[in-house]
């Protein structure tokens, strides 16, 4: 299962993105819930880290950029927020379990459940089947999707945050650790749309001493009807290419949708921009997938 056909290699060279169903068992995906269900009871977040997430480009800048919380993540475990789920004095509105967007960026790296994971024989085995030959992990996350009210995530690539010279060099790993449906808020992508580049680019920027973030360029309005969308049952992984257009719509259902996603980038022969958000840093240089 973890090594891909000749078949499923075409297709993923085709369309930018993959299906692998049942990539994971259900006890394997309790396993990273319950882990998740713990770290969440011992969550303490401060009160003025307590920022909303959104991926509206306006709000991430207002929201993320300019907060050292987030872009000080990429080597922590921590917590952001649905909109709407603290009073003005950063009290919980609702129960805190139910107000996480995601947790981010080094589950990976900090956390022995998460790290077993994604450094698992048969994800190393996919990653050679793919002929990464030095992929490191960049960042994890993991994302909850809440019923009611889980956010969408607007149209983008993911190289528009994770950018590399060449491009072509990044790869999501995304697994659904609840079936994700049309309607709580599974993948949709447009297939084929990798191979024309990037159009937007979250670069590091100062406001005077402070490190923020801005865009250079700007993402197109992508026709609707262009969404492929890409329902899974719980366990399975999607392969993402760094530039294949993609989203998610908001959850409206009674379902949560939680699913663990990594990003792996191919370190032979590539450059990670320096301008990107999230930096490998003394703590935590990017670590080899293969151990
Ligand atoms: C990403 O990780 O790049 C995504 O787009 C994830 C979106 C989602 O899980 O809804």
Redesign the pocket.
């Known amino acids: 299962m973890a090594c891909l056909s000749p078949s499923q290699l075409q297709k993923f060279q085709e369309d930018g993105f993959l299906v692998l169903e049942g990539f994971l068992s259900a006890d394997e995906c309790v396993a990273m819930q319950q882990r998740i269900g713990e770290l969440v009871a011992d969550m303490d977040v401060p009160l003025h880290c307590r920022i909303e997430f959104s991926t509206q480009e306006e709000e991430q800048l207002r929201s993320q950029g300019k907060k050292d919380y987030f872009l000080s993540s990429g080597d922590k475990i921590r917590f952001f927020f649905e909109k709407g789920v603290f009073d003005e004095k950063g009290n919980f509105l609702v129960p805190p379990e139910k107000s996480i967007n995601k947790i981010g960026h080094a589950l990976h790296a900090h956390d022995p459940v998460f790290r077993h994971v994604t450094h698992s024989p048969k994800v190393q085995a996919l990653a050679k089947s793919l002929g990464l030959q030095m992929p490191v992990v960049v960042q994890s996350?993991y994302?909850f999707?809440q019923p009611h009210f889980g956010g969408e995530?607007s149209p983008?690539q993911?190289s528009t945050f994770l950018y590399t010279e060449p491009l072509g060099r990044v790869l999501?790993i995304?697994i659904a650790l609840e079936d994700a449906t049309l309607e709580n808020?599974c993948?949709w992508f447009i297939p084929g749309s990798h191979t024309g580049g990037v159009s937007r680019r979250m670069v590091r920027a100062f406001a005077g001493l402070k490190l923020n973030t801005r865009f250079l360029g700007s993402e197109p309005v992508w026709d609707d009807s262009l969404f492929v969308p890409t329902p899974v049952q719980r366990g399975a992984l999607i392969l993402?290419h760094g530039e294949v257009v993609?989203?998610?719509e908001q959850n409206l259902s009674d379902r949560s949708r939680h699913?663990y996603?990594f990003h792996l980038m191919e370190s032979l022969g590539t450059m990670w921009s320096p301008e990107n958000w999230l930096q490998p840093t003394a703590e935590l240089p990017f670590p080899p997938l293969y151990t």
Do not use: E, F, P, R
């Open positions: 996350m994302i999707k995530v983008h993911d999501g995304w808020g993948l993402i993609h989203k998610s699913a996603t």
